[in-house]
């Protein structure tokens, strides 16, 4: 509000300053048209009014230009202090990251106290899903193998005794092989149940 003023008031200073310059220059023609006329006399004098014309244009432009540097003292201090104001808000954002901290913890709480599991939770339960899945996957193949081996070293005794081995199938019983999309529902379940009962 203050420098609005104080550049009106430059503005209008600014504007007088010129137009007393131009109001002299003009009274100088009209003068010397006068001087021309009326004689060494009348010049005489309006060099004298014309010197201290002079000096009060050149008091009113040093004042004119004392105003304009306190001006921009003033807007220098006014920066100046903005940007200290910049500086301490930098400054303060480890204060605010205290206080999304301590809002962060506090939300935390309600949440826990609410039986709502965290992220930290959820993301441990997907962890344990995830090697179980892989058990699961692995063990099959594990069993395949371990099927495979005995067969090769039955070989060479298969020749010996065939009627042995043909009755060993006939007692095996024939397990299925989980799928993985019978175990992802599965485990689908248990988390849902699981989630459930903490709700």
């Known amino acids: 509000?203050?420098?609005?003023?104080?550049?009106?008031?430059?503005?209008?200073?600014?504007?007088?300053?010129t137009?007393?310059?131009?109001?002299?220059?003009?009274?100088?023609?009209?003068?010397l048209s006068n001087a021309q006329k009326a004689g060494a006399k009348t010049f005489d004098s309006l060099v004298k009014q014309g010197e201290t014309?002079?000096?009060?244009?050149?008091?009113?432009?040093?004042?004119?230009?004392?105003?304009v540097q306190d001006a921009i003292r003033d807007m220098n201090e006014d920066a100046q202090s903005k940007a200290t104001g910049l500086l301490d808000q930098v400054r303060d954002k480890s204060n605010l990251k205290k206080l999304n901290s301590a809002f962060d913890s506090?939300?935390?709480g309600a949440m826990d106290r609410m039986h709502v599991p965290s992220k930290n939770d959820v993301d441990a339960i997907n962890k344990k899903l995830n090697k179980i899945l892989k058990l699961l996957e692995d063990k099959p193949k594990a069993a395949r193998k371990a099927k495979a081996a005995p067969k090769?070293?039955?070989?060479?005794?298969?020749?010996?005794?065939?009627?042995?081995?043909?009755?060993p199938k006939a007692t095996r019983k024939v397990v299925?092989?989980?799928?993985?999309?019978?175990?992802?529902?599965?485990v689908k379940k248990t988390v849902s149940?699981?989630?459930?009962?903490?709700a």
């Open 1 to 17: 509000m203050a420098n609005t003023k104080r550049k009106t008031k430059q503005k209008v200073s600014d504007k007088k300053v």
């Open 19 to 31: 137009e007393q310059f131009e109001d002299a220059f003009l009274a100088g023609l009209g003068a």
């Open 53 to 67: 014309f002079r000096k009060k244009a050149t008091k009113r432009t040093e004042a004119l230009i004392d105003d």
């Open 106 to 108: 506090r939300v935390a």
């Open 152 to 167: 090769a070293k039955a070989a060479p005794k298969a020749k010996a005794a065939p009627k042995a081995k043909a009755a």
């Open 176 to 186: 299925k092989k989980p799928t993985r999309k019978a175990v992802s529902k599965t």
């Open 193 to 198: 149940k699981t989630a459930q009962k903490a």
